[in-house]
């Protein structure tokens, strides 16, 4: 009965948070099995959680970096150091997006913020509005993929995962990501014949290689003076951190400081100076920073609006974790997601086959509901199934996060589908079309992410 009153309100239009609530308290008044007065009971203590802090301020980092001129600097970057190649822009695109996730978490942010900028100079240089929102809505999926992350912190939280693996378990099949798109881009740029859209400069290119070389040198110089001089650790990040602001001002750099922010956070967590709460607070300190005193972009009235959309967003996703919570109890407590693993179970114990089974399944539910609510209502149903089959959840944590992106870019329910569409000002069905054949190196992406485990956890097994 729970499943159907579920499924008719969602039917009914009613938002997801309002359809899970609103099932568990009509199912509770049915069977009269409990007070009523236990839905609010759960869904108080659904969000009473300690790693969720991490949410708003993650958030509001994202905010602040997209508010503060810091997608300019990004782009600029990008097109220095790529934008030479063939189907320059492109190629622009991906890269600026695999930056900016470092900031975002998430793929909306990316694709309303960057997007917007990208989309307009591709079209400004000739390319097809189809190609520029295909290549744009591909390369949003990387937004919760590198961290930080936000569907990663709701995961963690549900499914009682390390959030600091999460964020490192994301970096390598990001990589992956970003170099599928690339080749891609490559395979039209040779197709349809065409070149590059800036100039080769050897200058140019030059400082966005050393920029390139400042953010990968940087923390490698900080552990060799911690670990194997044997510095001490605080006064010698402080002091990095003065010869890093030293350098951007020197230099001139476009986009050092900012491509810093994942490298300060998961520095940060590995190395033990903060949880990964805590580092949502330290990027937002970072993302102040910048905006305020550095570059002198972000302003008092800008930084208030910023506060309220970040208030708006976050009270958004935390009533759909509180909803899911008591909807995700009543599940379980009604024997629904013993019932499915048995069943599972029951037609294949070999973990290939749940996988499959698994990515069908989570691809689909991604067409029509937002990751959040997904994640909350799967994480209850598959992760007893993937303990039983022994499949790390740090492994299956980011195969349902990919999954959960790529069901962004289809109706009916794509956000980033429907935010592309009214970027560029196309019908939802032309960029429906345009997004089919970037399927292709996401769809390969998720094969390879599912089935070498490997890939996935070198990183977490390193620190973790």
Known sequence: MLKIVFLGLMGLGLPVAIAMAGASLIYLFWTQSSPPFVV????????????????????????????????????????????????????????GSVVFAGMSGTAIADAAGLGTIEIKAMKDH??????AVGVTAASATLGPIIPPSLPFVIYGMMANVSVGALFLAGILPG??????????????????????????????????????????????A????????????????????IVLFAADKLFRFQAVLPIMTPVLLIGGMTTGIFTPTEGAIAACLWAMVLGFAWYGTLTWKMFVKVCLDTVETTATVLFIVAAASIFGWML????????????????????????????????????????????????????????????????FGLVMVLNLMIGLLHPPMGMVLFVLARVAKLSVERT?????????????SLAVITYFPALVLWLPKMFF
């Open 40 to 95: 609010i009971h759960r869904m108080v203590s659904g969000i009473d959680s300690f790693p969720l802090l991490a949410v708003p301020f993650f958030i509001l980092a994202g905010n602040l970096m997209n508010n503060a001129g810091i997608t300019n600097r990004i782009y600029n970057y990008a097109l220095a150091l790529v934008g030479w190649l063939k189907g320059g822009l492109g190629h622009v695109n991906v890269v």
């Open 126 to 131: 000739g390319y097809s509005s189809e190609f």
């Open 175 to 220: 990589v992956l990501l970003g170099a599928l798109m690339m080749i891609t881009v490559a395979y039209f740029a040779h197709k349809n014949g065409w070149g590059s859209d800036i100039k080769f400069e050897w200058p140019r290119v030059i400082k966005a290689l050393a920029e390139t070389a400042v953010v990968a040198g940087w923390p490698v």
């Open 222 to 241: 900080l552990w060799l003076l911690i670990v194997k001089a044997g510095l001490p650790a605080q006064p010698t990040v402080f002091a990095g951190l």
């Open 332 to 395: 379980t407590a009604t024997g629904v997601t013993a019932a499915i693993a048995e069943w599972v179970l029951a037609f294949t114990k070999e973990p290939w086959m749940f996988l499959l089974l698994a990515n069908v399944l989570m691809l689909f539910v991604g067409c029509f509901l937002e990751p959040t609510a997904a994640i909350t209502i799967l994480v209850p149903i598959l992760i007893p199934i993937c303990q039983k089959l022994g499949i790390d959840l740090v492994h």
């Open 432 to 444: 429906t079309m345009a997004i089919l054949p970037w399927l292709i190196p996401l769809l390969l």
